[in-house]
């Protein structure tokens, strides 16, 4: 049933999970079962301009159930039964599990960076000679260092972070190549690092389809936009699509440019990623260029 | 409410998230519930057995499940995929959580479902509480009360808890509430308020 929006009230007639009521006359639903009664509210939609709630009595008075008890009973199982379904198809997404991927993943970064620093504070106190050149090293090397020069207890720790170090890359391998099945087009355009991350922040792919350009362009960037429709502060020209080097290597004056026309670019790849699925070369190939027009020259 | 000592408790199954039990009865920690700092900070909106409640932003049901000891029944929205999987857990517990995966601002969505209530209580991490409130006040029966929590952080973290406090206040009363009452939650939540909202 379609309710026109503004609809005189006797127009609409309000239906509930238990059935329609029309007046003092109401019709019942078919069954109880909870399979039922979901399918039979995908049909149903109410109007809030016109609405008034139901109360459990009206299902009484329809003969859909006798008492209270009741009403609660069959409304929990069809309230659990669509819970339930909702979650498992959320979770049959396949981008679900590169998101959280994508979380973990960062939180590796996070604590391996944290785990290094403290553990070279930690040498640098036994050693004071190394506190100047663990400056200059790279997290790398430095942990290399750790692992030859290092006391029994920090030579531990450091191994635990190299372990963690061999996670953060397997599971960077494992985002690039989901990432290439799930979102090949976003992929393509700016690397399967940078395209989970903003899949991540937008939730899911239907999600990102959705998402009109200008969003896409400024995802990761929420503190600096609501700062500017607040107090009208320069509005952010780029949010996670920075770390895409076409956009932090570009030219200071074109950045915005590019960003722009990443994030167009980017809000027509979502939408082939979710309804076709496939990389589309002609695609890719106009939006290279397109991107290459806006950087003002090469884009590698 | 209960108050065992001083303690806020709640009468029913324990071993929801881990809660301390005091003579049988689950304590209800105001450092991890608004509703329960409420509580501790003088709210007088009670809950009691024949309540109904309409729970937005019920999160993973821990305090909805202490407020479902207390109430007839609670209608819990929740729209997060994770939260909504703990709060599943507690629901299969608990006959009295009707849970409902769906979007608060949407509350067309879930009308066919959620009868009149006593009670709206809100706790959304949303850009536009006022609104979402506004919007599920055609639950509410006449005399009910909403309390609704303002999540300062959520709407601006720039601007003045107080003034943001002040600005959703204002678009309630201008969509006809009347606010009875303002409680802040320190030293139990930072920069979070609640306010006891009745329609005139």
Redesign the interface.
Known sequence: MYIIPGAPRSLSMPEYWFGEVRGKSCTPAGSRDPEYLARRLEGIRISMDSFSPLTWEMARDCGFVATREEYLRILHDLCMHRAEMSLSLVAARPEQELIQMVHMRDQLDEAINLLVEKAIEWHAARSPEFSRKYRVLRPASALETLLAEGGPHVREIATGIRHLSEARAGITREIERIAGTVLPNCSALVGGLVASRILAAAGSLEGLARLPAGTIQVLGARTALFAHIRSGSLPPKHGIIYQYRGVHRAAKGRRGKVSRTLGAKLAIAAKIDLFRGERDEGFLDAARSALERAGGGLVR | MIWIDGVLVSRGEAGVYGERVIRGFRVWNPRRSKLAAYYYLGGEIEIDAPMRILYLGAAHGTTVSHVADYAD?VYAVENA?AP??DL?AV??RR???????SDAAE??LY???????DLLFQDVAH?DQAGIAI?NM??L?DGGVALVVVKARSI????RPADVVRGVSGKLEDSGLFIRRVIWLEPYHRDHAVLECTRD
């Open positions: 029944v995929y909504m999987r599943l629901a299969a006959k009295n959580i009707v849970p409902l995966f509350p067309a009308a066919p479902l959620v009868e009149e209530v850009a919007r055609p639950f029966k601006d973290v720039a601007e």
